[in-house]
């Protein structure tokens, strides 16, 4: 544990603001922001005479990464520091010989037409740029911020700092193939990065390769966690972490050590990435041969719509979404895209946890053949948040598939087959779990399944996932509480162990918090667009607040006044209500000494 009041006052920033390295470190985050800017206007403002403009830049690019190379070097030289960070330096000095190697003026080196191919007329000297840029911003300092702001508001402050700079992005001319207005654009980042997946204009049609490029990465960044992906970046390319920062990325990942977090981190990273890839090639062969137009147009549908659904997305490259004729059928990619969104829904600590329990399993399995080793049982390798997120998870599902089947027989199912409902069903009872996708009319939906997409919009995913809602373990803790009460018992207990008070006044605020702020935003699109009926607002609002996505063909007829009110939605919704309260505070964590006397309030 970290101390939490002393070590604050112990660390002195001046002593380091003027060294060599703290001067090497701004030059290098200067040049990489020059060219990040530089980059933005190469790739997304060009204008039609390309050809002599990329000329003029690329002589900067050419001059400014040699500069950066040398940097690189002299910081992996002269800065080596403790061992610990060896691996630092190395790729420190390998990326400035990198730079200095291919950027040093090409009087001297001549690498060849193909390289210069790919490198100045593919965008991958602009792409190198970006790359730099967010490297630099991953090893900045962040202990001023620390010092202003708490782990709840710095949380906040990183996605919305991303979802304005996606918005910018999104209006480059060449993001789009027509202009759109601001509110459009700052609305598709924060579906984008909320991973919400409401859409005021059509991402098929609107959008181009860059622009679809941009929601993909935001999709990303804002499944994994913003903090998580700079996290990754800044241990593996900073010499040190601050005492500041160990403890912000402790309480974010809710770990005990630094090097437990940097396991997580990477973990975290690999398994998204595992995960992805695998769905993607799954769902490219079950695609029909040029289904989509092309191989490539088939592989990119694939790769979209993988980390799209792992990361409950919802956004989709075809006008129709899944409903479109060319995939609307296509039962087998139905299945993998909904097992993808259980996947990036079930969270990430649960994801850990599995895998350490198939690892053990797969070890004692080799041991067991070596040594014809008995089994020996591990007690709790399953925790119990695990058990309660997966049986919660499995219960909904069930839950959903089964009401589906039932209630959509004489509508959207009518005249399918039993195999056919029954995907339908799975899908329909997984996606409005922050998913969003659709593979249907969502105006040919029943009224029993419009109010059943709302409760399981409402819940959500689980905790640390991908998805959002009030989650699955804050319902299930309801639920517990509930039958607590019944028996007249004064603590929940589940698997022979005791859940702690705090966790159930948390997932009472949580729910109290969500339902007010969806009325609240219910309310205030009825002021502003009250005439496309009050069942449509409130589905909408739940949508927002849940990240999940889906629509009654409402979201693209709103004003702008009701737009905004949805973003606030997203951003809420995805950031939790928790985090807010943390939020509005600039210190927690200390509680009181005293305690007053006792009162029972009269509630039935």
Not at 70 to 75: K, S
Not at 566 to 586: E, P, Q
Request: charged share 15%; proline share 2%; glycine share 6%.
């Amino acid at each position: 544990m970290f101390p939490k009041n002393n070590y604050f006052q112990k660390i002195d920033l001046k002593s380091d603001s003027l060294s060599l390295r703290s001067i090497i470190n701004w030059i290098l985050f200067s040049f990489t922001l020059g060219l990040f800017i530089l980059a933005i206007q190469d790739v997304g403002f060009s204008n039609s005479d390309r050809t002599s403009m990329f000329q003029i830049h690329n002589r900067y690019f050419q001059i400014s990464y040699s500069i950066i190379g040398a940097l690189y070097v002299i910081r992996a030289i002269f800065f080596k520091g403790n061992t610990s960070a060896k691996k630092v330096y190395i790729t420190q000095l390998v990326i400035g010989l990198f730079l200095i190697l291919f950027f040093f003026p090409s009087s001297l080196f001549n690498f060849g037409d193909t390289f210069e191919y790919y490198l100045y007329q593919t965008s991958g000297i602009q792409m190198l740029a970006f790359f730099l840029f967010f490297l630099e911003l991953s090893r900045m300092e962040i202990n001023l911020l620390v010092k202003v702001l708490n782990p709840a508001q710095l949380f906040m402050v990183s996605f919305a700092f991303i979802i304005f700079a996606g918005a910018m992005f999104l209006m480059m001319p060449m993001s789009t193939t027509i202009p759109i207005s601001f509110t459009d654009a700052l609305f598709t980042s924060t579906s984008a990065v909320c991973v919400t997946g409401l859409t005021v204009v059509d991402t098929a049609t609107r959008y181009t390769f860059l622009g679809k490029f941009i929601i993909l990465a935001l999709i990303q960044i804002g499944g994994i966690g913003v903090m998580t992906i700079t996290s990754f970046f800044g241990i593996f390319f900073k010499e040190k972490s601050s005492l500041r920062e160990q403890s912000m990325l402790r309480d974010y990942l809710s770990e005990d050590s630094f090097d437990a977090i940097l396991k997580s981190l990477m973990k975290v990273v690999l398994i998204t990435l595992l995960i992805e890839a695998i769905g993607a090639a799954l769902v490219y062969l079950s695609l029909e041969k040029n289904a989509l137009g092309s191989v490539s147009d088939n592989l990119k549908f694939s790769i979209f719509h993988s980390v799209s659904a792992f990361c409950n997305a919802g956004f989709s490259t075809l006008t129709d979404n899944l409903y479109d004729v060319r995939v609307r059928t296509n039962y087998n990619v139905h299945f993998w895209i909904a097992n993808l969104i259980v996947l990036g829904g079930i969270g990430f600590p649960v994801l850990l946890n599995l895998y350490q329990y198939c690892k053990s399993q797969v070890k004692w399995l080799m041991d067991y053949f070596q040594t014809r080793r008995s089994y020996i049982h591990r007690v709790n390798m399953i925790t119990l948040n695990s058990k309660i997120v997966m049986f919660a998870t499995f219960l909904l599902l069930v839950f959903g598939t089964l009401s589906f089947m039932f209630f959509e027989s004489e509508y959207t199912q009518q005249g399918m087959d039993t195999k056919a409902r029954l995907v339908m069903s799975y899908f329909q009872s997984v996606t409005p779990r922050t998913a969003g996708y659709n593979t249907f009319s969502m105006l040919a939906l029943s009224t029993p399944s419009i109010l059943i997409m709302i409760f399981l919009m409402w819940i959500g995913a689980s905790p640390v996932s991908t998805g959002g809602g009030i989650k699955t373990s804050t319902f299930a803790l309801a639920i517990l509480n509930a039958f607590r009460i019944m028996r007249g018992k004064n603590h929940i207990e589940v698997h022979r162990y005791e859940i702690h008070e705090y966790s159930v006044n948390k997932a009472f605020a949580i729910i109290t918090i969500s339902i007010f702020t969806i009325i609240l935003g219910s309310f205030g699109l009825f002021i502003f667009d009250g005439k496309h009926g009050m069942l449509k607002i409130i589905f909408e609002c739940f949508s927002a607040f849940g990240t999940v996505g889906l629509s009654l063909d409402l979201t693209p007829k709103l004003t702008d006044p009701s737009k905004y009110i949805l973003i606030m939605l997203m951003y809420v919704g995805r950031m939790g209500s928790i985090t807010l309260l943390l939020s509005l505070v600039k210190g927690f964590g200390n509680s009181s000494l005293y305690r007053y006397p006792k009162e029972n309030l009269i509630i039935t």
